[in-house]
């Protein structure tokens, strides 16, 4: 026992003054720092409604909650005695950007620049309307740069598109008027609000809308594609599209449910959805190249049977699609809306998995539970056999991690991802 | 229901002995004047005693009494005291004749109970309202109903503005308006308690939860019946007043009696005109220089109101052929501008509502010994119009936006009529078994048609709806120990038939099932008890199984927003009462009076408005609704007549009972306070009357009365941090009348101040009520 003993110490001693001898090589003796973490910059804003989804009616309270992070660990996410209730000044139906959150707000008057924190509403600039008018939550939009946002619409009458180009720093009007396109031939008024979106390859703004027979009728397929020039908004093409009869939500624009998305080389994509001979649904994700004006007709990147809801762009040709398997139910509240990863070159899909399990299926059809920030993409679930939580999607190595909880009883609507208010 | 009938039998056969008080005696007899016109309200009673009572409508009296010798007074205003003394030792017959006197006396002992007094007594938990003695001062009834136990009025704004009205925290549809009886829709959709004419008005009898089945009603929270004067002297009674906001009113009410034939002409007509022009505190306004929204004063600029009711009834009382027959004819006109939406910060300045209607009625009455029958029909020509067609978005400035959007529901220029005729009939028999036991047998008739069509909506497609309801109600009553105890038990069945010809969006309107033409039947019931124990305390149990049938609204839609839902059921609830009350005269001049009631009210497939899934689409639907229980009490005293005070308190608490969300999933909400309705307030007034002041027979009334609600929340009070909650605060108003009446009351003029301290006061969503204001009434009444 004494000679193993021995030999043990030989041995520590001998490693010891080797490595004290390798140290003694390097040019910098001083120990390197413990790299310090960049502190934060943003939040997520957890949005729910009480009583029904909020959205479609004023009475339903809203509520807010602002919070750091959304990985597992924390509390059970509660709005008991907290929360920021906003529905008195704020619609569900939002623009965000940065720090901020612009609307036409319940009042249905002016445009408006917002801030929540410590549980109230800020209000950082507003301006009153000017010619052109909107109703609360019936508008699309797209953001020209960092200051500059298009507001676009049908009127009141239907017989227009009238647009809005306010700087948002300051909240000015910088233009406004009328989109120079005719009512499409056999219809007699535009529907609601449309899809805008901008290009910035090309400084175009692109505008996806539909022609209806009459205010209480259905809209009429095909809709149309109009590639709009940002700077002096004059129509370049107005497009009658043969790809789907509609756009995905086109009713608020994409102020709940994103349905476009820009790559990296400019290709715009849509989602949209055509009608079979039997009734159902068949959606689509369409998509118009770099610099073109009207849909790739070789391209449809959605092969899943059932509605394609919503989307989330990840970057590197994949995006986070909200879905739906019809089998399962087609109601608002049916649990049979799941989350899936298309890939836009494979024309692909696979379906988001937690511990080799799909996660579970959701109810909720006009929610928009997804925030990507930070190289993370954050998913929001509602299931019907347990609470409803975030799972957290590695979007480099496709890990998937659990997140946050919320506590059962609530409409769980959105995940908004916000600067910090102190952020530079 | 098995087990309400088996109740029902078992009240029936516990109480069908005859029985009797022990050692009393009755006194009872008739009180006329000298013409031979019985007198009413008149007081009888026993000298340096408690006991006393009021003769009633056919100048009956019957008074319990020990046996032995009595000084029995009777007194009534305007004619001389008669003092005598009688031997009872067994139960007597005794009428007075009494003879007008020029000298009025200065007070009239409050010894027995006014009719008003009686109905709070019954086995119903009911309050009754005396509206004669503020007739002089009040300017609606809205003004006084808002002050009793248990109920509160929640104005949108100024004169004319709508109201919402809760009897012990139940609302909107599941309260039932009647005029003598009759629905007050008769005299027209836009007619309401806010502008009926006050000078026609005897009393207001409010019903909590219990409902008798006599009023033919399918109401679930309750009932408000206004009973008209039925005096039958000749009369003229005018008034005109005069307030802040550019406010008149003015009403005539008169009657006369043709001697020869006794033909009785009733001409009414109440007039209401306002700009309501009140300044709005604090509201948002563009201020270009600073770009800011800024909170300024503005006045209202778009609210004027105005209202007319016209009757002219013709008739006969006391024939061989009829106790009473009369016919009628009225007409009302509603002009209403609007100036918010349900919102403040939504401002309206062009947008508002008309409304005509005619009606023509009759009703008959007629007692066959122990059978009393009466029967009225009603047939009203209802037409609405809503005019939105201005395309602008008005400010607290009064300037506009030119927008391409109506102005109330952001829709396309519209110019909506509804017609909607109205036809009632209402029966009725009472069979007096004996003193103890009597039934009645109640029939209504309720036909409503909806034709709806806009003139320059294209796109609206015009409908026409027609539900009838027939409500049959049978009530057995008991009556023992000299009325010491009061029992009443009643069943009712709705039949609701309705005629449906549409069939399209069957998945969502359940028309497949509800096939053209269909009747459904639903039973109710419920009984009441009230048992006297001494005068200082008494106590009052109901109970009722209510049922309440859908609106056409509810059932059928309105063509645009609303889609129909044809398998609708009607909402139901189990209301429950427990009351005590009771009078104290501890001394000479001195009378006091108490009442404590609880309440229960457990509401089932509420119909309620949901969203439907297209945007804007509106469907009612069943859903589990609320409980509600409360408490509330009142105190009255008074002095010799002259000093009077009154305190009530009302506290209620409404529970949502829905216990998951529309995904299956459990609801936060379950079992919280539902948001958005004041739980506790209270009232009190105060007031004096002085006496031949400034010569005889004039009076000075100084009166004081202060309004309070407790804070509440507009949102659910557990969710969100409480100081981002939007609350309606705690309110204050106190108001100060004086009233002047010289010549017996011949000529009257009052002053109001009403909001004294011009208190900020809210109501539904934070829509600001006229702050001080001041009102004058001159009111002339030549009997």
Redesign the interface.
Same mark, same amino acid.
């Given at each position: 026992m004494k000679k193993f003993q021995l030999l043990f110490w030989a041995l520590l001693t001998t490693l010891f003054t080797l490595s004290f001898s390798a140290c003694s090589d390097d040019d910098d003796p001083t120990p390197e720092p413990e790299p310090t973490p960049e502190a934060q910059t943003y939040h997520f804003d957890i949005w729910i409604a009480?009583?029904?989804?909020g959205g479609?009616?004023?009475d339903v309270?809203t509520?807010v909650k602002s919070i750091d992070s959304l990985k597992a660990g924390s509390q059970m996410i509660s709005?008991?005695?907290?929360?920021?209730?906003?529905?008195?000044v704020m619609s569900l139906e939002t623009i965000v950007k940065g720090k901020y959150y612009y609307q036409v707000p319940?009042?249905?008057?002016?445009f408006s620049k917002y801030t929540l924190s410590n549980?109230?509403?800020n209000v950082i600039?507003?301006?009153?309307?000017?010619?052109n008018?909107y109703?609360t939550r019936k508008y699309t939009h797209a953001w020209i740069d960092d200051n500059t946002l298009v507001i676009m619409a049908s009127?009141?009458?239907g017989d227009?598109i009238i647009w809005t180009k306010l700087n948002t720093t300051?909240m000015?009007i910088i233009k406004e008027g009328v989109l120079d396109i005719p009512l499409p031939e056999g219809d007699k008024l535009f529907s609601?609000s449309g899809i805008l979106n901008y290009r910035k390859s090309d400084n175009k703004l692109i505008y996806f809308y539909l022609g209806k027979k009459?205010?209480?009728g259905d809209t009429t397929p095909f809709f149309f594609t109009t590639v709009i020039n940002a700077e002096t908004m004059a129509v370049e093409s107005n497009i009658r599209n043969t790809m789907a009869h509609q756009m995905v939500g086109s009713?608020y624009g994409e102020l709940l449910q994103k349905c476009t998305l820009v790559d990296e080389s400019g290709n715009l994509y849509l989602a949209g959805f055509s009608e079979n001979e039997d009734g159902t649904e068949k959606s689509h994700l369409i998509r118009i190249k770099a610099g073109e004006k009207d849909f790739d007709p070789s391209y449809d990147a959605f092969t899943n049977a059932g509605k394609l809801v919503s989307l989330e762009y990840l970057g590197d040709g994949k995006v986070l699609a909200y879905a739906r398997q019809d089998e399962l139910g087609m109601e608002?509240?049916s649990?049979s809306h799941y989350y899936t990863i298309i890939d836009l070159n494979s024309k692909t899909s696979s379906r988001v998995k937690y511990n080799g399990q799909d996660l579970p299926y959701s109810?909720?059809r006009f929610s928009q539970r997804t925030a990507v920030v930070d190289g993370k993409a954050y998913i929001g679930v509602?299931p019907?056999s347990s609470n409803p939580c975030v799972y957290i999607y590695d979007i480099k190595t496709g890990n998937v991690e659990k997140g946050a909880d919320i506590?059962?009883?609530?409409?769980f609507e959105q995940i908004r991802v916000l600067d910090n208010e102190d952020a530079e | 229901m098995r087990g309400f009938i088996h109740v029902l039998f078992l009240f029936i056969y516990l109480f069908s002995a005859n029985l009797s008080a022990q050692n009393k005696v009755t006194l009872s007899g008739e009180v006329k004047d000298q013409e031979g016109i019985p007198l009413s309200s008149v007081t009888v009673a026993l000298e340096n005693t408690t006991v006393g009572t009021y003769t009633n409508d056919r100048g009956y009296y019957s008074l319990t009494v020990t046996p032995g010798r009595h000084t029995v007074i009777v007194t009534s205003l305007g004619y001389n005291t008669i003092k005598t003394q009688i031997d009872l030792r067994k139960s007597k017959t005794v009428d007075f004749t009494m003879e007008e006197n020029s000298v009025t006396l200065n007070s009239v002992e409050v010894y027995g109970k006014s009719k008003t007094q009686k109905i709070k007594e019954s086995a119903f938990s009911v309050n009754a309202l005396d509206i004669k003695p503020q007739i002089n001062s009040l300017k609606n009834l809205n003004e006084i109903v808002n002050r009793t136990t248990g109920i509160k009025i929640r104005e949108e704004g100024g004169v004319g503005s709508d109201f919402d009205l809760s009897i012990n925290g139940l609302s909107g549809n599941s309260v039932r308006y009647f005029i003598d009886g009759m629905p007050l829709d008769t005299k027209g959709s836009g007619v309401s308690l806010a502008n009926l004419p006050v000078n026609i008005i005897d009393r207001v009898e409010i019903y909590k939860g219990v409902v008798p089945a006599s009023l033919g009603s399918d109401a679930l929270g309750g009932a408000i019946n206004i009973i008209t004067s039925q005096e039958k002297k000749n009369y003229l009674d005018a008034s005109y007043g005069i307030g802040s906001f550019h406010t008149h009113r003015a009403d005539l009410n008169a009657q006369f009696v043709e001697p020869k034939t006794g033909l009785i002409i009733k001409p009414t007509v109440g007039v209401n005109y306002s700009k309501n022009d009140y300044k709005m505190k604090g509201v948002e306004v563009?201020d270009e220089d600073s770009?800011?929204?800024i909170e300024v004063n503005r006045k209202r600029f778009h609210d004027d109101y105005f209202s007319l009711l016209g009757q002219l009834e013709a008739g006969f009382v006391d024939k061989a052929w009829a106790d009473a027959f009369f016919v009628s004819g009225s007409y009302s006109k509603i002009d209403k501008e609007i100036q918010t939406g349900?919102?403040q910060?939504?401002v309206i300045g062009n947008a508002e509502r008309h409304s005509d209607a005619w009606n023509v009625s009759a009703r008959y009455q007629k007692r066959f010994e122990k059978i009393n029958t009466s029967a009225s029909f009603s047939h009203t020509w209802d037409a609405s119009l809503t005019v939105d067609t201005a395309?602008r978005?008005y400010?607290w400035n009064g300037d506009f936006?030119?927008?391409?959007?109506?102005e109330l529901n952001?829709?396309?220029r519209s110019m909506r009529h509804y017609n909607r005729p109205m036809t009632i009939f209402r029966g009725g028999v009472d069979y007096a078994i004996n003193r103890h036991h009597s039934v009645s047998l109640n029939y209504l008739l309720n036909r409503t048609g909806n034709k709806r069509r806009d003139d320059v909506d294209e796109?609206f497609e015009p409908t026409n709806d027609v539900l009838t309801k027939h409500i049959l109600g049978l009530t057995y009553n008991q009556s023992f120990f000299d009325g010491r105890w009061e029992s009443t038990v009643f069943i009712k069945d709705y039949i609701n038939a309705t005629s449906i010809e549409q069939n399209d969006l069957a998945w969502i309107t359940g028309s497949e099932d509800a096939k053209g033409h269909s009747s459904n039947s639903y039973w109710g019931g419920g009984l009441g008890l009230r048992y006297t124990f001494w005068d200082a305390l008494a106590g009052k149990v109901s109970y009722e199984h209510s049922v309440r049938l859908p609106l056409s609204r509810e059932l059928l839609g309105n063509g645009?927003t609303i889609y129909p839902n044809l398998a609708l059921h009607p909402e139901s609830s189990d209301n429950i009462n427990l009351g005590l009350f009771g009078n104290w005269y501890p001394a000479y001049g001195h009378s006091f009076y108490y009442e404590v009631n609880g309440f229960l009210r457990f509401v089932d497939d509420y119909i309620q408005a949901?969203?439907s899934?297209k945007? #804007?689409m509106m469907q009612y639907e069943n859903i589990p609704a609320v409980h509600v229980k409360g408490i509330e009490g009142e105190m009255r005293y008074n002095w010799k007549n002259s000093f009077q005070i009154m305190v009530n308190c009302s506290y209620n608490e409404a529970r949502d009972q829905k216990k998951y969300?529309?995904?299956?999933?459990?609801?936060?909400?379950?079992n919280n306070r539902v948001?958005n309705r004041p739980w506790v307030y209270s009232n009190a007034d105060v007031s004096y009357t002085f006496h031949n002041l400034a010569q005889k027979e004039d009076n000075l009334r100084i009166g004081y009365s202060w309004q309070w609600i407790h804070w509440f929340y507009?949102?659910?009070e557990?969710? #969100?941090?409480?100081?981002?909650?939007?609350r309606i605060p705690t309110q204050n108003v106190s108001n100060l009348n004086v009233t002047y009446s010289w010549m017996k009351r011949r000529y009257n003029v009052s002053l109001e101040c009403s909001n004294l301290f011009d208190a900020t006061v809210y109501d539904n969503y934070k829509l600001q009520k006229p702050g001080r204001a001041f009102f004058a009434k001159f009111r002339l009444f030549i009997n």
């Open positions: 009480l009583d029904k989804h479609m009616g004023r309270q509520l709005f008991e005695g907290d929360g920021t209730e906003v529905h008195s319940v009042s249905g008057d002016r549980n109230k509403i600039q507003e301006q009153k309307f000017g010619t008018t109703d009127n009141g009458d227009k300051d000015t609601t009459s205010k209480r009713a608002i509240d649990y109810g909720g509602n019907e506590k059962e009883g609530y409409y | 563009w770009r800011k929204y349900s919102i910060t939504k395309y978005i400010d936006t030119p927008s391409s959007r109506n952001g829709r396309g796109t645009t949901t969203v899934e945007e #804007g969300k529309t995904d299956g999933k459990p609801s936060a909400t379950y948001p507009l949102s659910w557990a969710y #969100g941090a409480l100081e981002s909650k939007s």
